[in-house]
């Protein structure tokens, strides 16, 4: 059944401004609130209303699905029926459907006379975007005020979580159960004492091909899928993808690797990396060539998830020459013990050797591996290799391999890495049966995945591994480890590739959401 859609109500984000202007010159004041409206309820009614008597005109900003950061399924209504929602309201005069994660880029439009907020914003200390203080200084700089509401409240995640059908029955008992341990607030201070650490992230610099097209069919004369070109895209993947996932929640992070010559990497790399808190320390290998993946994807089904139909790989199966693997020694050498941790991930393409093994292991002050198993590399990169780990993170087919254990059971394979590597705290992924965790002491912890929804699990691993290396740092407790590794990786399987980080806000937000019970 379609959803009839007002358009007396609908003003477009591009042409908006010079609507708005015309009611400016006519002596009209107008007021602007933002939000996702997921659920329209009588605090939200209460809230608008109260909004529309402080001036002549409401203007509603609602964020548009792809830019909503609270967690893969959200928001559970689509932009037609939320749209629809508000401009049946009497109060409201005009929706914009905003394309934008912030509401900055609508106020420069909207030019608002006053913005008007719930009162749970009047504390920016509680925002976890941090979003508020720029919005009110965007609005003052066009002359605006700021006002607050203080109306009936209500948690539109709150009701969601409690009363739709929307979260699994599992995720609903572990939240609970893990808010009553660790509410927000402790979580959110758990992430924030990340920032002062000193990272050092070693490994392969792999760059991340995807080539999206359609299955026509097979061609005519042999049995190869025939296929229909769409577009094709690069990201920095490897360790580039731990590194700038790391990069906004640490405030000093250092990419140490070896690239080739090749000018469109040296281009991908100058175009991507201009975090202020993320530094390169990569050799320029002479006669070395960057690792490239290129994977052939088609988007299907309802969930618009990706299919992977065939990848082309190149690796330099020579590796570095010995006189530049040297050089790349001598470096982690002279700068290794001035950092905090060493997250070292190693895909197994020849980088990572013996000699750079051996030194991470002799003399890093906090040691990070995750040891990755590959088309490329099955069977001969495990884990056992290593002799020390202050933590690690691999999923279920690299730690059975490592024991060459098919069908032993996990939790006791799970200890044996543990006593091997003599880890703090270390981590089994399990795709979606979320992931087991264990420290030290041989406890272990289960933990539900945060997500079902998934687009492509490509980059999810290492985004869990990026937190959860920080939260052991650290020394969090492993069932706060577990949940934010889980958090990083549920965010990352609903982004292609390696096409952008996980971020402090919007994990912080997700974190927010699995924590409204």
């Not at 699905?65 to 005009?94: E, H, K, M, Q, W």
């Not at 999923?395 to 490592?402: M, N, P, T």
């Amino acid at each position: 059944m379609e959803i009839a859609i007002n358009t007396e109500k609908y003003l477009d984000f591009e042409t908006c401004a010079e609507v708005l202007a015309r009611y400016r010159q006519q002596g009209s004041k107008i007021v602007l609130c933002n939000g996702v409206f997921d659920l329209l309820h009588p605090g939200h009614i209460a809230h608008l209303q109260a909004a529309k008597a402080m001036g002549d005109l409401l203007v509603i900003s609602l964020t548009a699905t792809p830019y909503v950061n609270r967690g893969p399924g959200r928001p559970i209504f689509s932009d037609d029926l939320r749209f629809s929602s508000l401009a049946a309201l009497a109060c409201v005069d005009y929706v914009i459907l905003t394309p934008k994660v912030t509401a900055l880029e609508v106020i420069e439009k909207v030019r608002p006379h006053i913005y008007c907020k719930g009162d749970e914003y009047a504390d920016a200390s509680k925002d976890v975007t941090k979003n508020i203080d720029l919005e009110v200084a965007q609005v003052r700089s066009f002359g605006g005020d700021v006002r607050y509401t203080q109306e009936i409240t209500f948690s539109s995640t709150r009701l969601i979580n409690n009363y739709l059908n929307v979260v699994p029955a599992e995720l609903k008992d572990y939240a609970r159960d893990l808010t009553q341990q660790y509410p927000f607030e402790q979580v959110r201070d758990a992430v924030e004492a990340m920032q002062p650490l000193k990272v050092l992230v070693l490994g392969d610099v792999i760059i991340d091909e995807f080539v999206h097209c359609t299955v026509q069919g097979l061609t005519s004369k042999g049995r190869a899928p025939s296929t229909r070109f769409v577009k094709k895209e690069q990201h920095l993947g490897g360790i580039f993808a731990i590194a700038r996932h790391l990069a906004s929640f640490a405030n000093s992070v250092t990419v140490a690797s070896a690239i080739g010559s090749e000018p469109d990497v040296h281009r991908l790399i100058a175009n991507h990396i201009n975090d202020s808190s993320l530094h390169l320390n990569l050799h320029q290998a002479e006669g070395y060539s960057t690792i490239t993946k290129c994977r052939y994807i088609e988007q299907q089904g309802t969930t618009k998830g990706y299919t992977q139909l065939f990848a082309i790989n190149s690796i330099d199966e020579d590796g570095l020459a010995p006189q530049e693997r040297q050089k790349l020694l001598d470096s982690l050498e002279k700068s290794i013990k001035s950092y905090d941790i060493v997250v070292l991930a190693d895909y197994g393409h020849g980088l990572i050797d013996s000699s750079v093994m051996e030194l991470v292991q002799a003399q890093a002050p906090f040691l990070a591996v995750n040891c990755q198993t590959n088309s490329a590399n099955y069977g001969y990169n495990l884990i056992s290799k290593y002799r020390r780990a202050d933590t690690f993170c691999i999923d279920e087919q690299e730690l059975r391999l490592a024991f060459s254990n098919r069908y032993g059971d996990r939790h006791e394979l799970l200890k044996l890495l543990q006593s091997h590597l003599g880890a703090q705290q270390g981590w089994l992924t399990m795709a979606d049966s979320g992931s087991l965790g264990i420290q030290a002491d041989g406890e272990l912890e289960m933990t539900p995945a945060m997500t079902q929804q998934v687009k492509d699990t490509t980059g999810a691993g290492d985004a869990f591994f990026a937190l959860a290396s920080l939260s052991a740092k650290l020394g969090l407790p492993l069932r706060l480890g577990s949940f934010l590794g889980n958090l990083a990786g549920a965010i990352a399987a609903n982004i292609l590739g390696n096409e952008k980080p996980v971020e402090k806000a919007r994990l912080l937000k997700f974190a927010k959401t699995i924590c409204t019970f």
